[in-house]
DNA sequence: CGAACGACCTGCAGGC
DNA sequence: TGCCTGCAGGTCGTTC
């Protein structure tokens, strides 16, 4: 439980990641006390006596719970340091998560301009809806926009895309709110299930625990261009689109 | 304003 | 075997 506990100290021994870790941390988070956990979006949010932390683990970052006599491996930035004695060591070979100091973590700006939570009462048909009149966009683009709805990857929106049966690079303002109110349940019961899975290992991608994750055995499109549709039978088909792979089936998907 | 796209970074797979 | 290249991912920042 790391409500309620004190930080006795910050080892930042890289300090290259998304922005550079900041100098100062170390004496900012000494002897700070632990108020509150949350999340938003991907981003955990710390809540301190006196301001807090805002941590990304971008793609390939994690942080496991370790001793002061754990072994340090490679990409191990940063060790916060705990009065119960262990630590919160994390490990980033990517380099794409963050570590900052806030005054008020919940008002980063970061978090600015985010979306609703895909899980949460906010997120529905309707607003999907709403916000893709006009768009030109295709609709995988517009659902992988952290300002529409956040949490949706490439992996995720390429499933919910072929299990409400719509194109990814159909444009999202001339998709139907009827159609729309499909794919935001779609886009839930992926993601939920995912999460219930324990998410999806590519490569290097593990757990917390060094598990990998099991999701991967029930992708129905994502990497899997060239292969048989699981549903008809026909070749899965990819295309980019914003830069990211994009599979579908062009004969379950219009 | 929306939209497109480069950039960041490493590990891994594939080709030669 | 070993080198080189390309790709993957999340998301910010820049440019059009």
Known sequence: MLQGQRITGLIIRDSRLRWPVATDLPARLQGRQVEAL?????????????????????????????????????????????????????NDPRRFGCFLWCANPSRHPLLADLGPEPL????????????????????????????????????????????????????AGRISRQRYALLSEKIRRVLASAIEQGGTTLRDFLQADGRPGYFRQQLAVYQREGLACRVCGQTVRSRVIGQRASSYCSHCQH
């Open 38 to 90: 949350k999340r938003r979006a991907k981003y955990i949010l710390i809540r301190l006596d006196q301001g807090g932390l805002v941590w990304h683990l971008g793609m390939s970052g994690s942080i496991r719970v370790v001793t002061a006599d754990s072994a340090v491996q490679k990409h191990d930035h940063i060790d916060l340091l705990l009065d119960s004695g262990n630590r919160l060591r994390y």
């Open 120 to 171: 949460g009462p906010d997120f529905t048909g309707e607003l999907l809806y709403r916000r893709s009149r006009g768009r030109r966009q295709p609709v995988k683009s517009f659902i992988m926009d952290q300002k529409t709805v956040v949490g949706v990857g490439n992996i995720y929106a390429s499933e919910a895309l072929f299990e409400a049966g719509i194109l990814p690079h159909r444009q």
